[in-house]
């Protein structure tokens, strides 16, 4: 958590919050943070100011710079646990800020706020270990399972196959068990067995849940909110709703390899 439906409203949240014609001229790091800063000085010339937009692909936000004269490049981050980004005044900095941009007036920053300290932020690109999103890229995504079929990690059981971001970028703990729980098939059974058994209807799945999550506005879990501010009793209704396994106390769970809880029907034991 934040999965691929809340990175991706994060993404939206930050293109909201900063228009076009925003120009931002440098970063803030917390110096409590033990991650390294950003160091600008070979990418963009002293006091250059930028363009940001956002974009997600699975798990990972990319925020896209456009500087007035240097070469554009692209500051990678991950979210953790719970990060997330905000946009406000500099002299009312949320405590737990660990990263900002400047806006060119002094006065604002776009502020990446994480509680727990899991979130990560790299000058880069795409990771090429993590699959293609399955949300916008099916197709690829889908093939690349297929083609890969007897690879290793598909003998492990399907459960803790659901979790590895080379295969499905954008699936955590939620998403993974309803995936399951809407295949309603075995979860300890070899992942290769379970995508095998019906690939059409597993890809099909596998790539709405998200989907729904994201028109859900997210899960409101542990410390996550929708910054776009989405809280109508009747959104959180149908996400209570949507959610049929996560958590459920009348399913059994266990703590996977990872140390993760995994949620699954009692019949499947």
């Given at each position: 958590?934040?999965?691929?439906?809340e990175v991706r409203l994060t993404g939206d949240f930050i293109?909201?919050?900063?228009?076009?014609?925003?120009?931002?001229?440098?970063?803030?790091?917390?110096?409590?943070?033990?991650?390294?800063?950003?160091?600008?000085?070979?990418?963009?010339?002293?006091?250059?100011?930028?363009?940001?937009?956002?974009?997600?692909?699975?798990?990972?936000?990319?925020?896209?710079?456009?500087?007035?004269?240097?070469?554009?490049?692209?500051?990678?981050?991950?979210?953790?646990?719970?990060?997330?980004?905000?946009?406000?005044?500099?002299?009312?900095?949320?405590?737990?800020?660990?990263?900002?941009?400047?806006?060119?007036?002094?006065?604002?920053?776009?502020?990446?706020?994480?509680?727990?300290?899991?979130?990560?932020?790299?000058?880069?690109?795409?990771?090429?270990?993590?699959?293609?999103?399955?949300?916008?890229?099916?197709?690829?995504?889908?093939?690349?399972?297929?083609?890969?079929?007897?690879?290793?990690?598909?003998?492990?059981?399907?459960?803790?196959?659901?979790?590895?971001?080379?295969?499905?970028?954008?699936?955590?703990?939620?998403?993974?068990?309803?995936?399951?729980?809407?295949?309603?098939?075995?979860?300890?059974?070899?992942?290769?067995?379970?995508?095998?058994?019906?690939?059409?209807?597993?890809?099909?799945?596998?790539?709405?849940?998200?989907?729904?999550?994201?028109?859900?506005?997210?899960?409101?879990?542990?410390?996550w909110n929708n910054p776009l501010g989405v809280t109508r009793?009747?959104?959180?209704?149908?996400?209570?709703?949507?959610?049929?396994?996560?958590?459920?106390?009348?399913?059994?769970?266990?703590?996977?390899?990872?140390?993760?809880?995994?949620?699954?029907?009692?019949?499947?034991?």
């Open positions: 958590m934040p999965e691929l439906a293109n909201q919050s900063v228009t076009e014609e925003m120009s931002f001229i440098g970063t803030w790091k917390n110096p409590v943070h033990k991650l390294a800063d950003l160091d600008l000085t070979n990418v963009l010339l002293p006091d250059e100011e930028f363009k940001i937009r956002a974009e997600s692909r699975g798990k990972e936000l990319k925020l896209s710079i456009t500087p007035q004269e240097s070469h554009p490049f692209s500051v990678m981050f991950t979210l953790g646990m719970g990060g997330h980004f905000s946009f406000g005044e500099v002299q009312e900095r949320p405590k737990h800020t660990h990263f900002s941009f400047l806006t060119a007036d002094g006065e604002r920053e776009l502020q990446f706020v994480d509680i727990r300290r899991f979130g990560r932020w790299k000058i880069g690109d795409w990771n090429p270990d993590r699959s293609p999103d399955l949300t916008i890229e099916f197709e690829a995504w889908s093939r690349n399972i297929m083609e890969n079929i007897h690879h290793k990690d598909l003998a492990k059981p399907f459960y803790e196959f659901l979790m590895n971001q080379k295969w499905i970028n954008g699936y955590g703990n939620y998403l993974r068990a309803e995936l399951c729980e809407r295949l309603d098939i075995n979860p300890f059974w070899a992942a290769k067995d379970v995508v095998r058994y019906d690939f059409e209807r597993f890809c099909e799945i596998a790539a709405r849940l998200p989907i729904e999550a994201y028109f859900l506005g997210g899960g409101q879990i542990y410390s009793d009747s959104v959180v209704q149908e996400w209570n709703q949507w959610m049929k396994a996560y958590k459920n106390p009348g399913f059994e769970n266990l703590i996977d390899n990872g140390g993760r809880r995994f949620w699954y029907h009692p019949k499947w034991k």
